[in-house]
């Protein structure tokens, strides 16, 4: 995706509104909510509202911030807080923003920034000025779509109906089915182990106390064992 048009605010800083963004059709005019409204080709609108690391914390403070997010949220939802600047924490916990010392939290600081996030605003830092239009661009050049497709970090797979009769049995559960199974080889030999009198095989995760619960569960008397015969 590219910029096809730009529309930056008149209160912006000149270098600002000198940007080319890959030679896109720029214009300056007042802007109601935001620094910078861009048009992609992909028809999506950007609405970005710059914030240098000192103006941040101001905004902040003045409680002005949540009025200019809201109001670049309510345009469009690729909606970004752009931060120019160093903003970094202090081994005290405070705050260092473009190079000077602030009195602020970081924690405060990033509590606000998550808020930001919570309102829908995207948060996103720019390295420094010069980093700021290259920045505008990478965030025109990505999807705009308005799904993603995520893989699942683990296949799912529906239990089988032997499976489900080892899962109800007491102390054995989901998580002990599958390594039971590859140990004893079949549902019916895991039946057979977890309900032997002798305890002659280690099942892995299954001690005596199961055992003795699985056999109740079975109804199997003293005398009695559950046993697997080939027909031949």
Known sequence: MTITAVICDTREPTWVQALKFDNAMVACSKL?????????DDGALLAIERKTASDLLGS?????IWTQLAGIKALTPWAYLMITGELRR???????????????????????LLQAQEMGVFVIHAADNADFEPAVIRLAS???????LVPPARKARILSDAEKVLCSLPG????????????????AWALVHLSELADTEHVPGVGPGTKRAV????????????AVWSAD
Do not use: F
Request: aromatic residues 4%; negative net charge; proline residues 1%.
């Open 142 to 148: 990505r999807s705009h779509r308005t799904e993603m």
């Open 90 to 112: 202090m081994k005290d916990g405070k705050v260092r923003a473009e190079g000077r010392q602030t009195g602020w939290d970081w924690a405060a600081v990033q509590g606000a």
């Open 32 to 40: 109601e909510s935001g620094d910078l409204l861009v048009t992609c």
């Open 172 to 187: 054995i559960g989901l998580e002990k089915v599958i390594p039971i199974i590859e140990y004893t080889g079949s549902v």
């Open 60 to 64: 902040i403070s003045e409680n002005r």
């Open 215 to 226: 056999r109740a569960v079975l109804g199997l008397k003293e005398d009695q064992e559950l």
